[in-house]
């Protein structure tokens, strides 16, 4: 390999700093502000002179249950994930693997229903949550958001099955196995990496979702998280509060951070896995 | 007992398609070890995944150690089949692979064990139990699909072209130790599926030819079933001939002249060729082929046999033996002689070429041999 020229070094880490800068600074400022308080905040200095947690203690012992807002959250969307997984998975069997007639215009339905944006259903929504009777209740919150992660992880699971080898399944076949076993026992430890991401990404989904969270939830208790930030109130009607919002936003980051760092190697093998020959 | 038997057994994919198979009717016996051969697109895989239940028999019957199996799944035919990407799990170690299909069968924990061990014994995989097929070589992972196979103690072993994804040697070695297996299992019959005629030559006690392209439809599916000295030395017909033995069978068109008991006249280029067969079921006069396979001609300026003169075309020196490409004059196609290796003929030479008329088939206007009169190996 070539020795890189001085300069070629220099513009390479120059370019590298500034594309960590610019996607990794709004989360620091985010950050530090969420250390400030009163006037603080609104001095310009970027680094706090007197770093404190004030915003976080009173972000839970505030008016609003901020706790159970994070804990609403994490319910839905791990029942969200759960639940997609475990259709999608079978869904992506039948479409990836079983041959039938129709198959194709299913697989672009499934295609177009996503397509659709989320204002476009709100109002048929909203009367679907209503005739299920979970107006009102964290858990049916799981209803569209399953609606809205399904397509996008059936679409993205049936490509990845329909690469398994034909002879792997034939052996299990084989060996006695059911159509269930064969999903569960012999392709499901293969789709992990897919799986990963996949999830990931309806959980990501879910937990950042809005307007019908928004929509479908008036009581406080049962509300999720996005909206409980964009609920929180300053003391007087014309005070925004920074620091706590901050603070709350801060809180939010940090599962999907945790999450990503802890799959983080399954996720780029599964994003990449299937464009080369292993 | 696992005497397997096929009854008219056709296969159509779908509606509106020429039948894939066609009137596959044979038997294969106890132990026997029985090898599907024929050219690619003549529906022996088919065939072989109808045995394991891959795939539906559109009709006839298959039996099983006298149970018809046509609605049986696979799991519940008695068989086990080692495929051709060996297809083995890529997330169980070796042991599980080879315990897998006994666990999803319900067999208790001592019993696998203890199959999987003696498995493994008879294949040497002992060293290789704990680790993942990504981290074995092609030989290795073949060993480990025959011992998945093994471990379930099954009535009837399945092959699809087992040795296809190795390099030369190491099929030449394989090809040995499923020999062996066969051997040491005893009483389980096996059905094996190649294009390669060595495999089938060496592995066979009897093989089954099929038929491809419009042949399946006119004469069905089983061109010629046998052991693999008949099918050398008894080709049914031309296309039997053709296929068994390498370089193929010459063919020369004649005319059938007369024909006794013993044997029969044939005019080949004007001349007459006397052949050892009985061709008294052959209008006389009927145009016929005559079929001499390159090792069996003489290349001799006096001697036996019918002389037949030919013109060196082209010579392929093996060691050997040497291939020598003649043409035997006009309206005669190019003939390949298999002779001595150590003598050295230059292209062009005139050589003089002799038919025994032992070493003779005679094929009728149909493709369809007339019987060797002469004592052949069995």
């Known amino acids: 390999m070539n020795q890189r020229p001085l300069l070629g070094s220099v513009a390479l880490y120059a370019a590298a700093a500034l594309v960590v800068c610019i996607s990794v ?6 950050v530090l502000t969420s250390l ?22 009173a972000l839970f012992e505030g008016a609003q249950p901020f706790g159970r807002h994070l804990l609403n959250s994490v319910i839905v969307a791990t029942v969200t994930v759960g639940g997609a997984m475990v259709l999608a998975v079978t869904a992506s069997y039948a479409l990836g693997r079983i041959r039938f007639k129709g198959k194709g215009l299913l697989m672009l339905t499934l295609l177009g229903v996503s397509m659709f944006p989320q204002v476009a259903v709100l109002s048929g929504m909203f009367e679907l949550i209503q005739a299920l009777g979970l107006f009102n209740r964290t858990l049916g919150l799981v209803v569209p958001y399953t609606i809205f992660t399904l397509p996008f992880t059936v679409w993205i699971l049936t490509t990845f099955m329909r690469d398994l080898p034909g002879e792997l399944e034939e052996a299990a076949i084989m060996d006695g196995c059911s159509p269930l076993r064969i999903i569960f026992q012999v392709f499901l430890p293969l789709l992990w990496p897919a799986l990963v991401s996949t999830g990931l990404l309806a959980f990501i989904g879910a937990w ?23 609920m929180i109130a300053g ?15 801060v809180i939010v980051t940090l599962p999907l951070l945790g999450l990503v760092l802890v799959f983080q190697k399954k996720i780029v093998s599964g994003l990449t896995a299937g464009a080369v020959k292993g | 007992m696992s005497r397997i038997e096929f009854n008219k ?22 132990g026997e070890f029985c090898v599907f051969v024929g050219p690619s697109g003549c529906g022996k895989s088919t065939l072989l995944r109808c045995v394991a239940g891959l795939e539906d ?5 298959l039996s099983i150690a006298g149970v018809r199996v046509n609605d049986l799944p696979p799991a519940k035919r008695g068989v086990a089949m080692v495929f051709q990407s060996y297809a083995l799990y890529p997330h169980m170690t070796v042991r599980e692979n080879m315990a897998f299909g006994l666990q999803v069968m319900g067999a208790d924990k001592a019993a696998i064990a203890r199959k999987v061990q003696n498995a493994a014994d008879i294949l040497q995989l002992g060293p290789l139990m704990d680790r993942l097929p990504k981290a074995l070589s092609g030989g290795q992972r073949q060993r480990v699909a025959i011992g998945r196979a093994i471990v379930k103690e099954p009535k009837l072993f399945l092959f699809d072209e087992p040795l296809s994804n190795l390099d030369a040697a190491l099929r030449v070695q394989t090809r040995l ?25 060496t592995l066979a006690d009897k093989i089954v030819l099929l038929h491809t392209g419009k042949l399946i439809d006119e004469r069905g599916s089983v061109a010629q079933v046998g052991s693999p000295m008949t099918l050398y030395h008894r080709p049914a017909s031309t296309f039997v001939a053709g296929f068994i033995g390498s370089p193929k069978m010459n063919l020369l068109p004649g005319k059938l002249v007369g024909a006794e008991a013993g044997h029969a006249l044939v005019e080949v280029a004007g001349q007459p060729v006397r052949a050892a067969v ?12 005559i079929g001499i396979r390159p090792e069996h001609i003489v290349v001799a300026d006096t001697g036996e046999g019918a002389a037949l003169p030919a013109t060196l075309l082209h010579v392929e020196r093996l060691g050997d033996a040497s291939l020598l490409y003649v043409n035997p004059g006009a309206g005669l196609p190019t003939m390949t002689v298999r002779a001595e290796g150590s003598v050295v003929r230059p292209a062009g030479t005139a050589l003089s070429l002799r038919l025994l008329p032992e070493a003779l088939h005679v094929f009728d206007a149909a493709g369809q041999a007339c019987m060797r009169t002469v004592e052949l190996p069995v």
């Open chain 1, 25 to 30: 600074g709004p989360f620091l400022y985010m």
């Open chain 1, 36 to 57: 400030k308080t009163g006037a603080a905040l609104f001095d310009p200095a970027i680094w706090p002179k007197q770093a404190t947690t004030a915003n976080y203690t």
């Open chain 1, 208 to 230: 950042n979702e809005f307007l019908f969270a928004l929509t479908f939830i008036v009581e406080d208790d049962q509300r999720t998280v996005p909206v409980g930030i964009s």
């Open chain 1, 235 to 249: 003391a007087t009607a014309y005070e925004i509060p920074w620091g706590s919002i901050m603070a709350a936003s």
């Open chain 2, 9 to 30: 057994v056709c296969k159509r994919y779908a509606p509106g398609l020429p039948l894939t198979i066609k009137d596959a009717t044979l038997t294969i016996d106890d």
């Open chain 2, 57 to 61: 028999i559109s009709s006839g019957d």
């Open chain 2, 177 to 201: 130790e499923i020999a062996k297996l066969h051997r040491d299992l005893g009483s389980a019959s096996m059905i094996y599926v190649t294009h390669d005629q060595v495999e089938a030559m």
């Open chain 2, 278 to 289: 009985d061709a008294r079921a052959v209008a006389a006069g009927s145009a016929v082929q």
